[in-house]
């Protein structure tokens, strides 16, 4: 039979998880398709590991190593979290008008399996101050945590590493361009007055050579896309593929162009959701951290 001590400390504990992982959950709008029985598995399995980092008090105050090994065998099993996210949001993807890609989807399963642990560490933490003190000192540090796990949890968007604006759609003969930047070769006169009428055009700038070795990557200007049709809606059917958003890339000068034709055709807040895309952990480079890359780039 636990003390009271130890029922307040889990208790204590198992709260705070749970809210923090709610409302880490709730950030993921964007990214994570939010139908209810996605958000009820997530929820179940912060529960778990809310119980897990709260019932580790106890057995660690009580020095019960075998329970100790329980907890951390139990613990490991999270990493089937990434596998279960991937696997689900590829299928999802085979479905789309225009899919995320690869290294979206991993980086959104590894943000799933990043803040189980999370939960698990903040439970950890409240209920062993809890224990040695009481529950408000317990509430206080499950904030402290919170806030430090929003901070973590963050990451950077493209508007912290290069200029977004807009840039003009046009055409010379049947080459489509965003300004100087060529997309593709269009036949069709059809189509290229659908671009002409209703197309849209952006133009990333990177500030310095990290962000253009980030934006090369052929991920994170799929993901730009997706978050640019996702947001704003995409005039594409699954038998118009010439209206697929495309990201391209100036090899001169590191910009990148983007071409979309949107359902809603508002250049304000298509410069707003580009701006917003998340910089991805697979596509992220940082090339003058390195005395090669500072030299080559002087």
Do not use: C
């Not at 910009?255 to 991805?280: M, Q």
């Amino acid at each position: 039979m636990l003390d009271a001590p130890y029922l307040r400390a889990i208790f204590n504990g198992v709260l705070i998880g749970n809210l923090i992982r709610y409302f880490m959950l709730r950030r993921d709008y964007r990214q994570y398709p939010s139908y209810p029985h996605g958000v009820v598995t997530h929820l179940s399995l912060g529960f778990i590991a809310a119980v897990i980092g709260s019932v580790a008090v106890p057995v660690l105050i009580e020095k019960e190593f075998m329970a100790v090994t329980f907890l951390t065998l139990a613990a490991t099993q999270f990493r089937e979290v990434r596998d279960m996210e991937r696997e689900m949001l590829q299928h999802l993807d085979q479905a789309r008008l225009v899919s995320r890609g690869p290294d979206y989807i991993e980086g959104i399963a590894r943000v799933f399996e990043a803040r189980n642990y999370l939960v698990m560490f903040t439970s950890l933490l409240v209920g062993g101050i809890t224990y040695r003190s009481n529950i408000f000192y317990g509430m206080v540090a499950g904030i402290i945590a919170f806030l430090v796990s929003r901070k973590l949890m963050g990451g950077r968007v493209i508007a912290q590493i290069a200029q977004v604006r807009e840039g003009k759609v046009h055409f010379k003969g049947a080459n489509l361009f965003v300004e100087d930047i060529h997309f593709m070769n269009l036949g069709t006169d059809s189509v290229k007055e659908t671009y002409l009428e209703r197309g849209l055009g952006v133009i990333i700038e990177p500030f310095d050579d990290d962000a253009r070795a980030t934006l090369s990557s052929n991920g994170q200007r799929m993901a730009i896309a997706h978050d640019a049709a996702a947001l704003l809606g995409i005039y594409k059917d699954v038998d118009t593929a010439e209206f697929t958003p495309i990201v391209r890339r100036d090899l001169d000068t590191g910009r990148v162009g983007l071409v979309i034709v949107p359902i809603e055709r508002d250049i304000e807040f298509l410069l707003e959701a580009v701006k917003r895309v998340p910089v991805l952990e697979s596509a992220y480079r940082a090339p003058l951290k390195t005395y090669i890359g500072r030299k080559a780039s002087d």
